[in-house]
């Protein structure tokens, strides 16, 4: 009897489990462009980078605007490296298990409204000395895309703009990202962009891709023989269809 109980009990466990498989091998996942940070082109050979990022996600049902802060910071060419605590305007970051810096899971607001100078605090180990400046750079204005459409034809060339160079801007970064995680990346010192054919071309189609826009301020500074970059951005992504 027992053994029969069990018969009973195991076979609609696997007809159960027979379905799943099915269910699981007929299953796509959905492919999304991942949204990363944008790094400007004249970034290279430093020892420490300090970032500030401002995002515009929307507005809310009062029709405020929404923005999140963001904070980041690495020390180290090659492997980033402990150098004690790390604050960002008076805000402590958190510091991974690779010795990266990022904002507190609890904290979106470094106040990094448009125009301040944003002050860095370092305690200092690894071979960097403690320090605590204030950029001489200052936080970018809001950054606006200009009427860009939901879906870009990957058959013809086009033009993207935003709403002006942002005030305390010295550039805009502009990712067009596929499906795929391959992109287009540029910048320029003007509100426009033109993507030619030959450069779309790169691209793969799908509906859940992303056009990010990113201006910022660079500043680099040296200090007992280490180069450090503070830069600051503001940012506005937008999905897209690439059809």
Same mark, same amino acid.
């Given at each position: 009897?027992?053994?029969r109980?069990?018969?009973?009990?195991?076979?609609?466990?696997? =007809?159960?489990l027979?379905?799943?498989?099915?269910?699981k091998?007929?299953?796509?996942?959905?492919?999304?462009?991942?949204e990363?940070?944008?790094?400007?082109?004249?970034?290279?050979?430093?020892?420490?980078?300090?970032?500030? #990022?401002?995002?515009?996600?929307?507005?809310?049902?009062?029709?405020?605007?929404?923005?999140v802060?963001?904070?980041f910071?690495? =020390?180290?060419q090659?492997?980033?490296?402990?150098v004690?605590?790390?604050?960002?305007?008076?805000?402590?970051l958190?510091?991974t298990?690779?010795?990266?810096?990022?904002?507190?899971?609890?904290?979106?607001?470094?106040?990094?409204?448009?125009?301040?100078q944003?002050?860095?605090?370092?305690?200092?180990?690894?071979?960097?000395?403690?320090?605590?400046k204030?950029?001489s $750079?200052k936080?970018?204005?809001?950054i606006t895309?200009?009427?860009?459409?939901?879906?870009?034809?990957?058959?013809?060339?086009?033009?993207?703009?935003?709403?002006?160079?942002?005030?305390?801007a010295q550039a #805009?970064?502009?990712?067009?990202?596929?499906i795929?995680?391959?992109? $287009?990346?540029?910048?320029?010192?003007?509100?426009?962009?033109?993507?030619?054919i030959?450069?779309?071309?790169?691209?793969?189609?799908?509906e859940?891709s992303?056009?990010?826009?990113?201006?910022?301020?660079? @500043?680099?500074w040296?200090?007992d023989?280490?180069k450090?970059?503070?830069?600051?951005?503001?940012? @506005?992504t937008?999905?897209?269809?690439?059809?």
């Amino acid at each position: 009897m027992m053994f029969r109980k069990n018969i009973q009990i195991i076979l609609p466990c696997l =007809f159960i489990l027979l379905i799943s498989c099915k269910k699981k091998d007929d299953f796509t996942p959905i492919k999304y462009a991942e949204e990363t940070i944008l790094y400007p082109e004249n970034i290279e050979d430093i020892d420490a980078l300090l970032m500030a #990022i401002r995002d515009d996600i929307g507005i809310d049902l009062l029709n405020k605007e929404i923005s999140v802060d963001f904070a980041f910071a690495r =020390f180290g060419q090659t492997n980033s490296v402990d150098v004690g605590d790390v604050k960002l305007n008076n805000i402590l970051l958190s510091k991974t298990s690779a010795n990266q810096y990022i904002s507190p899971i609890d904290k979106n607001n470094f106040n990094l409204n448009s125009g301040i100078q944003n002050k860095w605090e370092i305690e200092g180990g690894s071979d960097y000395s403690a320090f605590n400046k204030s950029a001489s $750079i200052k936080m970018p204005a809001k950054i606006t895309l200009d009427q860009v459409p939901d879906v870009i034809p990957l058959n013809q060339a086009i033009t993207l703009k935003v709403n002006g160079l942002p005030s305390n801007a010295q550039a #805009i970064i502009w990712q067009l990202k596929d499906i795929n995680n391959q992109y $287009i990346q540029k910048e320029t010192t003007t509100s426009q962009l033109t993507i030619t054919i030959d450069e779309l071309k790169q691209l793969s189609l799908g509906e859940n891709s992303l056009l990010k826009v990113a201006a910022y301020s660079l @500043e680099k500074w040296e200090m007992d023989g280490k180069k450090f970059a503070f830069l600051n951005e503001f940012v @506005e992504t937008k999905n897209i269809q690439l059809k």
